[in-house]
């Protein structure tokens, strides 16, 4: 294995090609199907850029053969517009020198791609090979790879960066092509005459080697939250500041089933016994089951026994739970010992008697060899137990009892995996181990309430001679909501105020309606109250007629029941209307719409089928932080992952840094547009966290529309989470991820349908109740999930959920800010092409949209047909570019790596504020400062508008005037003068010469900044 590197010095005499007399430098080298580009230097035409570009090579020998492609294009710093060429050298791999201390900086004149190319200028390159383990040449055999290996060598990993003087708009692009670039055109290949002496090494016919790269050696990509462009001689990427290496995606490699497949090692191995469980690495555990025992002896003088087993393999110790007073103990408890860290060949089940005073007793065990242990493959059934009888510690099998045990071996596939003791958990107590478990968890099923308050009669006040001021708070689980005031006081008041809560089956909650007399300010008298069980509320099927409006009673507030009996019997009561009903034609929405996971109506009837399975393989992770510094522990990670109802969870490994789980998990898709979030947490409940609380180590989000039907994608994706001393990166996540399509009509068919079910269209749902729908059904999820057994903590399903999403960020407002502006910067670059084509910047672009301007006005008719082939044209040539990987979390779009700490501080706030008083007046002086410039922004919008209703609104009588006049004249001139003949006449006009235009403002314009708009009106 050798490198080439090639050192990128300088160049001189560059050509002019920016339009301005000047150009944007920068170099791009490809070399054997690898490309690499340094920096961009700004308006300098003798640019330096002492930077070093690292390619693989593999073997010496190959590089022989290959040329070395150097070329200098202009940065247009635009997606749309491509790069101009500056020049290109070729250079023969025969003339490198075999080690650094041979090279020589060397200029090569800058050679045409073509006959019309304006070229000038010369550029300084030191170019050399050199093994990466640091030997000779010499002493290294040559090394033949065959077609095949070739074909499937890992991608380079790592690339050599010097980068000096780095502007904040460089970008270091790192590709591997896929296809061989087409046959140039004639052009100079140089051979390097002084810096190596001999003659270059003829390749050595050997026999192909065995080559074993690492079965997980990653691809490193610079490129990866980029759209690819078009190739370096066409269109060039738009330059952006520069993501961190740190935050990059990193494609990898690992021996998944679902890659190895269609392999010639898989099918000469003829392993199948990982094709249902293929996303994941195949992990083999030694299970024992420990069943049951009989005719135990007893141990104690008192006559009883208290027996419980120990499994030991090696250092590793499982214990189970020691009955009380049992004879024939049934324990039904499952142990793995992980198949990497068998220390022994012997396995050796005890069964001893608890003694809380002495050492415990030894009661007998069995000794089983692991050799002779046999291999389950589900879906083979379950291994049948069978009895051992209990030998003493000689050896011998006296009278000390039997025990049931089943042996085998399996992997991660196995059923009995999940709730298996795992070896690496051996410091966890009982109580505890279900912590450590892995688990599927649902999100209960939710409906939204509605409940229209209509109106009340015969209210009672205390106060007789007092009329109510009566209002209608209603609770519904923790939920309070209230009506507001009526339009007249009276004894019969009228609301006819809609109040919506989120509630989840079973329906268990009880619905509390109060009528309460506000009689003074905070202080308010209940008139009369009525419980409705959830329950008894009816189900209203989407469209369906709501139910009819019931009157109900209202119970009169009193301390104590025996009161209140003895009023039930009284015939007289107010009387409140309601119109209640369970809405189940709408999606309860839980998470932002942003990266919502399901969008299906809460009723199972009105669900669609499936169109596709998303499989999750949750494989391992690297380089992640200490949580547990201060208690002298590293980190106990596990993962969940969300996708729509359905939650998963890992086991807890303990104290690691780079965990291997290798655990998948399957979801059913109904929409493609939805996203799937995965989270790593520290375990803070391993021995009795208390009120710990499990840490965020960071999470990712995968939108499934980005994904290709059928495609493996593994990667290891950055966990990145922001606090308030700033960015962290707190390791790397190893995903396989694969989206199967099941119903290929049905989902393009969906990118029709609305987003929605169609209840959030018919009958929307105010949107002053939306935010807080979202938050109370996002509380019930997280309440639901602790209960669980093991708990999904609170904390968890927050982050997972993003509950503070709605929360004020000054850093989220500048983020989409800046998304706004990369969209508006396509409608500047429209202007600018079209304000160089009216100045005639490029004569020969101007000529050729004149004629075509010409010719869509002689036939209109090839307007729009022009304009859909155009898109066609550019979508299909961007496909050859799409992006390959999928998207994460960029911290650059996000605003996260270079946020001001006061704003993180602020972002981290309460809410309401904790933060001492002349920091919130800070604070809110900033705030007021961007209120004002919004505030300006948004009156010169009103302006403009105002202006444009001033030219018939007689507010200025001259100016309408004079508009209304010139109306009627371009009125009656349109009408006698053909529309083509006008359409040239305006289209000529607006591409006329520079020559023929004046520098001044046109008096359109000045007539229409004249006009009067209400600013002046404004106190």
């Known amino acids: 294995m050798s490198k080439l590197v090639v050192e990128i010095v300088d160049a001189s005499d560059l050509m002019p090609k920016d339009g301005q007399g000047s150009a944007s430098p920068f170099v791009e080298v490809d070399f054997d199907q690898q490309r690499q580009r340094t920096q961009t230097r700004l308006k300098d035409l003798n640019p330096h850029w002492n930077e070093k570009l690292v390619f693989n090579v593999g073997d010496f020998n190959r590089l022989t053969n290959k040329t070395i492609d150097v070329t200098v294009y202009d940065d247009r710093r635009d997606i749309n517009q491509p790069g101009k060429f500056l020049g290109r050298v070729k250079i023969s791999g025969a003339s490198v020198p075999l080690s650094e201390s041979e090279a020589d900086v060397q200029r090569y004149p800058l050679d045409k791609r073509g006959l019309f190319s304006h070229i000038k200028g010369d550029i300084a390159l030191r170019i050399y090979a050199a093994p990466i383990d640091g030997s000779d040449f010499a002493d290294s055999p040559a090394v033949d790879f065959s077609e095949k290996e070739t074909k499937e060598e890992k991608k380079f990993e790592s690339q050599e960066f010097q980068n000096q003087n780095q502007n904040p708009y460089e970008e270091v692009y790192v590709e591997t092509m896929m296809k061989p670039k087409k046959k140039e055109k004639e052009s100079r290949t140089f051979h390097s005459i002084g810096a190596h002496a001999g003659p270059p090494p003829q390749q050595s016919q050997a026999k192909p080697g065995n080559h074993n790269l690492p079965p997980n050696q990653p691809e490193f990509r610079s490129d990866s939250m980029r759209a690819p462009g078009p190739p370096s001689a066409a269109v060039m990427q738009m330059q952006v500041p520069r993501q ?101 060949n012997l396995l050796e089940v005890t069964v001893k008697d608890k003694d809380l005073v002495t050492k415990d007793d030894f009661v ?62 051996h410091r966890v107590s009982h109580s505890n181990l279900s ?66 809560f989120v509630v989840s089956e079973p329906f268990e909650d009880m619905v509390i309606v109060s009528v309460d007399d506000r009689i003074g300010p ?5 008139l009369g109250r009525v419980f409705i069980p959830v329950r008894d509320i009816p189900v209203r099927q989407e469209t369906g007629k709501m139910p009819d409006p019931r009157w109900f009673n209202l119970q009169r507030h009193l301390m104590g029941m025996e009161e209140e009996s003895e009023k039930r019997k009284e015939k007289f009561s107010s009387k409140i209307l309601l119109r209640l009903c369970i809405e189940a034609g709408y999606h309860v929405l839980d998470e932002s719409t942003h990266f919502s996971s399901d969008l299906q109506p809460s009723s199972k009837h009105l669900r669609k089928p499936s169109i596709g399975i998303l499989e999750l393989g949750i494989l391992s992770a690297r380089n992640l932080m200490p949580m547990k510094v201060k208690d002298g ?32 998990y399957t979801w059913e898709v109904h929409d493609p547009c939805t996203v799937i979030t995965i989270g790593v947490f520290d375990n803070g409940h391993i021995n009795d966290g208390g009120d710990s609380k499990d840490q965020r180590i960071g999470k990712v989000r995968v939108r499934l529309s980005t994904l290709e039907t059928d495609r493996v994608y593994t990667h290891y994706y950055p966990l990145l989470v922001l606090t308030s001393s700033g960015l962290k990166k707190n390791g790397e996540l190893q995903l396989a991820l694969r989206y199967t399509c099941t119903a290929f009509v049905n989902m393009m068919a969906q990118y029709g349908r609305p987003l929605l079910p169609k209840m959030h269209y018919i009958q929307p749902i105010p949107v002053r109740h939306i935010d807080l729908l979202r938050h109370q059904a996002m509380q019930i999820v997280a309440t639901r999930l602790s209960r669980s057994e093991p708990p999904l903590r609170r904390e968890v399903v927050e982050y997972m959920l993003d509950v503070d999403y709605h929360m004020f960020s000054l850093r989220r407002s500048k983020a989409n800010f800046s998304r706004i502006m990369s969209l508006l910067s396509s409608v500047t670059l429209v202007c600018k092409w079209f304000n160089d084509i009216c100045t005639w910047r490029n004569p020969i672009t101007t000529c050729l949209v004149h004629v075509l301007f010409l010719i869509l006005v002689c036939y209109p008719e090839l307007i729009l047909p022009t304009i859909f082939l155009y898109l066609f044209v550019i979508g299909m040539w961007n496909y050859r570019y799409r992006p390959r990987h999928p998207p994460h979390m960029d911290a650059r779009i996000s605003q996260a790596d270079n946020a001001h700490p006061d704003e993180l501080d602020e972002e981290f706030d309460s809410f309401p504020t904790s933060r001492p008083s002349d920091i919130v007046r800070m604070r809110y002086d900033r705030l007021r400062s961007v209120g004002g410039r919004v505030q300006t922004v948004v009156g010169d919008l009103a302006t403009q508008g105002e202006r444009i209703q001033a030219l018939l609104s007689w507010r200025d009588p001259r100016a309408t005037a004079l508009f209304i006049v010139f109306s009627l004249i371009w009125a009656v001139f349109i009408y006698v003068t053909p529309f083509q003949v006008i359409a040239i006449l305006v289209g000529l006009f607006m591409l006329r010469h520079p020559r023929f235009r004046s520098r001044m403002p046109s008096v359109p314009a000045n007539f229409f900044k004249r006009l009067p708009a209400k600013s002046d009106m404004l106190l």
């Open 244 to 344: 961190n290496p740190e935050f990059q995606l990193i494609e990898t490699s690992p021996p998944l089933a679902a890659r190895m497949r269609q392999s010639y090692y898989y099918r000469s191995s003829g392993d199948k016994t990982s094709s249902t469980y293929d996303l994941v690495e195949q992990m083999h555990y030694l299970y024992v089951s420990v069943v049951k025992a009989r005719d135990l002896p007893v141990m104690d003088v008192s006559g009883s026994l208290d027996p419980y087993v120990e499994v030991k393999l090696g250092n590793y110790k499982g214990l189970t739970k020691h009955l009380e007073k049992n004879s024939n103990p049934i324990w039904k408890q499952i142990f793995a010992f992980s198949k990497e860290r068998l220390q022994s």
């Open 364 to 425: 007998g065990r069995v000794l089983i060899d692991l050799t002779e242990v046999p291999l389950r493959v589900p879906p083979d059934s379950p291994l049948a137990p069978q009895w051992y009888r209990l030998e003493d510690k000689k050896g011998m099998k006296t009278n000390r009892g039997e025990i049931m045990l089943a042996v085998w071996m399996g992997t991660q596939a196995d059923e009995s995996f999940p709730d298996a003791w795992h070896s690496d958990a």
């Open 435 to 500: 912590n450590t478990r892995s688990k599927v968890y649902f999100s209960p099923k939710l409906y939204y309430l509605r409940i229209n308050v209509l109106e009340a009669q015969d209210l009672v006040p205390s106060d007789k001679g007092r009329v109510p001021d009566a209002i209608v708070k209603i609770q519904a689980g923790n939920q309070m909501r209230a009506t507001r005031t009526p339009q007249m006081r009276t004894m019969n008041p009228q609301w006819h105020d809609e109040l919506m």
């Open 522 to 526: 905070g202080k308010d008298e209940i």
């Open 633 to 664: 522990r590293m980190t106990d990670p596990y993962c969940v992952a969300k996708y729509g109802n359905k939650w998963v969870r890992t086991r807890t490994l303990l104290d690691e840094l780079a965990p291997k789980w290798n655990e998948q």
